[in-house]
């Protein structure tokens, strides 16, 4: 399984970004995919993930800014991040697991392969 994570860069106050992660050796539509981010100085941090039967979860920190979805026909996972903030800034990464259904998929240890990460930047 490899999982490529793109979309990151610069961006200001109340922006918006795209990021991709986009799936090889694993379907998207079946299994979970889930965005974490890392800021410096602070551990990974849960922030969206979409299940094989196409539920979401969002941190609170996010919800309502952030929205998940998927493209099955390009086996990619997008995380749309609108009204940017500067505590938005981390490394972010997209992470997949199979989905058992007995978990939330909401915690690092959930998943078993991971993207190399994307910085997001935000200024103020």
């Known amino acids: 399984v490899q999982l490529q994570a793109s979309g990151g860069g610069l961006a200001q106050a109340g922006g918006s970004l795209r990021l991709s992660c986009a799936a090889s050796?694993?379907?998207?539509?079946?299994?979970?995919v889930g965005w974490f981010r890392q800021a410096p100085g602070q551990e990974r941090e849960f922030v969206s993930c979409v299940r094989r039967g196409g539920n979401t979860a969002y941190a609170a920190s996010v919800r309502g800014r952030f929205t998940i979805s998927r493209d099955t026909a390009k086996n990619t996972v997008h995380l749309q991040m609108n009204s940017l903030q500067p505590e938005d800034t981390a490394v972010y990464y997209c992470?997949?697991?199979?989905?058992?259904?007995?978990?939330?998929?909401?915690?690092?240890?959930?998943?078993?392969?991971w993207g190399q990460g994307t910085q997001v930047t935000v200024s103020s």
């Open positions: 992470a997949t697991a199979w989905d058992s259904g007995v978990y939330l998929y909401t915690r690092s240890s959930d998943y078993d392969s």
């Open positions: 050796g694993r379907a998207v539509n079946s299994n979970a």
